[in-house]
C-alpha cells in the first residue's frame, strides 16, 4: 500500500539515524515522535533522521521534528535531517526550516 509507515533506528558512530518510510502525517506522527522521544530520554541527543523513504509530510510530521530538535538542542545536541526527495524539501524551504535543519539549497 502506498504510504505504509515505518521507522528504522541505526546507531552510527557519532549519531543515531532515524529513517522512516513511508507518508508523515497526522496518522503516523505520534509514532515517529515517539521514536525520537524515546531515543532523547535514552540519552541519544545526536540525530539524524533521513527521509529519502518519506514521500510525504505534513505539518504535523513538520512540528514533530521541530519539537525533537528542540529537545536535542536542550540537552546540547542537535536533530539534521537529510536526503528529503523534492516535495518533502518544499515543506522545509516554504517554511524557512530548511537551514534549521542543515538543509543547505544545494543539498
Aim: hydrophobic share 40%; with cysteine; aromatic share 4%.
Amino acid at each position: 500500500m502506498p504510504g505504509s509507515f515505518g521507522i528504522t533506528v541505526a546507531r552510527k558512530p557519532n549519531h543515531v539515524e532515524v529513517a522512516p518510510r513511508g507518508e508523515i502525517d497526522l496518522a503516523v506522527a505520534g509514532e515517529l515522535r515517539e521514536c525520537l522521544l524515546e531515543l532523547l530520554a535514552g540519552g541519544d541527543d545526536r540525530i539524524v533522521v533521513d527521509l529519502e523513504g518519506v514521500e510525504f509530510l505534513d505539518s504535523t510530521g513538520l512540528g514533530v521534528l521541530v519539537g525533537g530538535l528542540k529537545r536535542a538542542r536542550e540537552r546540547g545536541g542537535d536533530l539534521q535531517v537529510r536526503d528529503p526527495r523534492p516535495q518533502v524539501r518544499s515543506v522545509f524551504e516554504i517554511t524557512g526550516l530548511a537551514p534549521v535543519f542543515g538543509l543547505d539549497e544545494n543539498g
